[in-house]
């Protein structure tokens, strides 16, 4: 079954996604080329459940096959070629990190790491100060 949101007769373009008013149902939305507007519900449970022990698979796999953070690293290598200036990585093992990354000659280097307990600043894509231990707090 298919639900009107609102009236669109052109190509969607990500302004008019953000511009859509919240169902609430958590929907995801993605703008294809062409402006084909494509929606999908929100993963359920078992999605997610699914997503998390395939994640814990291949990362298991991919240590024991001596492979480091890097070199599972698919989406760096996605993000270079399309030309996206900044990375940033987010390092939850051991001691929290935030490490960003900018485009140089094809792929990123290193320019800023930041350690749990120690507050710093990010100049790119946007200035924000932050200590990567506030990343794991519990809010209450």
Sequence with gaps: MSVALVDHTR????DDVEALPDAGDHARFEVYEGG???????PGVGHQRASYWLHRALAQAAIAAGADAEGRAVKPVMYAEAGIPVYWRVELQGTPKVVVGSLSRGRYVTRTTLVAGTPGHITRPFAVELDPAELTRRTT
């Design 11 to 14: 190509p969607w373009t990500a």
């Design 36 to 42: 084909v507007l494509v929606a999908s519900p929100a």
